[in-house]
């Protein structure tokens, strides 16, 4: 039932459009009954020249004046009356329909629209933690796949649930005031064809929670080995990568199979019912008919009543599979929307006077989760402002880890991030990383021109200061050189770009950003000697004046920091200038001695 509410929820903004609709639906079944009523006196009057005879001794008395007055109008003349009102409720009900249909598909793809909003700006607030356990294909399945899921089942299965209900309670009115005591079968189909659809819509649900993941599994499948096509082709893995597909493919077959199976069997399961108690009522009333006692008409009319509840009875069936998905893909997507953002701005945040003074690192562990057990241990480090202090250590040690506790991409475990003497956790977010460059080893671009991705979150920047941090960051002469200047696309994640050309635009994104702190996580470790020197030429520039905190690897500039930190398997082992470690820190020496002596 929980689930149930929380799909409503998405309703809530466009309730008065709903209801307008419903209200639609609602006279639009109304005129739908009308039409079939209209039987009656076709056969009776017109074509059979009888009496209509109702057999119900307690007849309202509106509809016995009116069975009077049809009994007695001309033949003639009743049936010119009879096709005016016929077309007008046929003409009527069409407009109604169109109507509904329209408004309901208006709010559907309007809650389709909000949903994909939720999702992407919960997304997008959650924190760097969530994102380490969850696939990227399948969060973009949760966008694409599951809201399209919801879609069905708040468009065809509402217009059929409300529409339907709507004729079945038409049907039985009809029904029960043309013969009670016929009409009382009605109680004996609703449960016998209730049970198994109510059965069928629970496996349903299950069944398509299942297809929903399988298709989540496609979706990183294929995220995955498009954007890394490279390695795949690099390393001859298309017959691998092909043949895993088919196995992820193979499965969502079997399950959407298994849901097929089930959906088709509801359509003959009512109709199989509906023909063995359709017989019993023709045998039943037979007798009345031949006695004279009932209008052919009127039983016309009457299994026409009984048959339209049949109908909609199975088309509800239908209706409730389509929510039954539907509800499987909410609480998928409700898994992401309720999902906790670790790392939450204080309400009494405040903004970050422009950094002075130092960064410190007090005390500080961390880990990701319990069983990833503890990647920082007892750390301490003291940055002053215009210092530069390099982070090395072996690979896995939690470099990286440590400089992105700064930005508080994450928070500590144990410990705290200091900047000018508080706690980061006082201050906006925006504001901390508004006074933080980044420039990591993976150049990020966005498929979009050289001039979007450089002046990336400043919106505000002019051409010529764009030009001017390319000039800096050693990118303005290559870019003179593409097709469209600084309006040329750079295409999926930078794939027209080589290596050095994507971190030079990077570089030159944080140089127009301007930040008084900058973090260097081994910006320069997969680049060419040539791209180095001119990335290295950048950095020094915009080094200047800067407090840094550098992840070196192969950058020269280790030897003139003004302070090493060299961490190993989550532990600071020393700490001091070049000169220094060579002589107290083991490892240093050893390092040096592998990736700086040549």
Known sequence: MNNYIKLLRFLKPHLKIFYIAIVAIFIGSIFQVFQYSMLVPLIDRIFTNQKMIVPNSHLP????HLVDQINSMDRKYLLKIGLIAFMIGFVLKQFLTVTYEYLINSVSQGVMRDIRYLLYSKIQDLSMEYFSKKRTGELISRITNDVNVVENAVSYACIDLFRQTFMIIFCVITSFVLYPKGAIVIFFIFPVIALPISQIGKKLRKISKGTQEKMADINSHLLETISGVKVVKAFCSEKYEKDRFKVRNQDFYKLKMKSVRRLIIISPLTELIAGFFMVGVIAALAAPVMEGKMSFGVLGMFIGAIMLIISPVKKIGNAVALIQQGLAANSRIYEVLEAEIVVKESSSAVELPRFSSSIKIENVDFHYHQESGIVLKGINIEVKSGEVVAIVGPTGTGKTTLVNLIPRFYDPTVGRVAIDGRDIKEFTLKSL????????????????????????????????????????????????????????????????????????????????????????DEATSHLDSESEQYIQSALYEFMKGRTVVAIAHRLSTIKKSDKIVVIEKGQIVGQGKHEELLQTCQLYNKLYTMQFQA
């Open 433 to 520: 990383r508004g006074q933080i460059g980044i420039v990591s080893q993976e150049a990020v671009l966005f498929n979009d021109t050289v001039r979007s991705n450089i002046a990336y979150g400043m919106p505000n920047v002019t051409q010529s200061q764009i030009e001017d941090a390319a000039q800096k960051a050693f990118a303005h002469q290559f870019v003179m050189k593409m097709p469209h200047g600084y309006d040329t696309m750079v295409g999926d994640r930078g794939f027209r770009l080589s290596g050095g050309e994507k971190q030079r635009l990077t570089i030159a994104r944080a140089i127009l950003k301007n930040a008084p702190i900058l973090i260097l």
């Open 61 to 64: 008395q509106f509809v016995a």
